[in-house]
């Protein structure tokens, strides 16, 4: 009997589907999340009489055939990278995107991480870094005697010093585009690194044709709608328990079965 493990294989599915969706749910609060989306298709099929062949001598061709399936498996886990809302905070190093782009960061291996979370700080050597510590790429160094910090929206960092009315340029800020951003592995503490799926990064100036802006004092939230996956999580705890209800009705009928004499 096929219906056992058919449902099981719908049983296990679901419970990726809720896994995702939970993980959604979770990071409701974090700073440029951008949420997940489990999918899924039907598995190889049994031909026990293939649409198309001969029934007959007579050259009669057959117009369905009957194909028996054996289950659900997981095709991929999506990231769907569609702007999520902007919060005001005040806080001069917090930097949100506002349309496409990453920001770039050098993690200590050498390799240069992305990350849409902008909630940047200034560390002991006044370097621009992020909340985990990792430098902005290109790295920006506030001076000790700088009393404020504009960041224009085109990414150019200027500090206003002690005893000067004219600002000073301290650097300029670039962003990372990709052809496929659902394609990054995402590695934790908000960033991603570039794959193959994801292409090569295009860098270029915020404002750029293609590529997002800065808004200074802001952050980008997660992009998780809370009515959706609450929804979506509804329907996959339904889904669930008539995959249950299946692997119940299949174990009965062969219950009977076996009780045959």
Known sequence: MRALSIAASGMQAQQLNVDVIS??????????????RAEFQ?????????????????????????????GVRADAVGRVTEQGGISQTGNAYDLAINGRGYLQVSLPSGQTAYTRAGNLAVNADGQMVTADGFS??????????ATA???????????TLTGQATPQQLGQIEIATFINPAGLEAIGDNLYLETPASGSPNTATPGSPGFGTLMQGYLELSNVNAVEEISALIVAQRA??????????????LQSTTQLR
């Open 149 to 159: 910090i504009q960041i224009t929206r085109d990414g150019i960092v200027e500090a």
């Open 240 to 253: 669930y328990e008539m995959n249950a209800r299946v692997i119940t009705a299949a174990d009965e009928m």
């Open 23 to 36: 993980h959604n749910i979770a990071n409701m609060n974090t700073t440029g999340y951008k949420r997940q």
């Open 136 to 145: 902005l790429e290109p790295s920006i160094t506030v001076p000790p005697e």
């Open 42 to 70: 039907d598995m190889l099929y049994q031909n026990m009489e293939r649409p198309g062949a001969t029934s007959s001598a007579s050259g009669a061709i057959l117009p369905l055939g009957i194909q028996i399936g054996v």
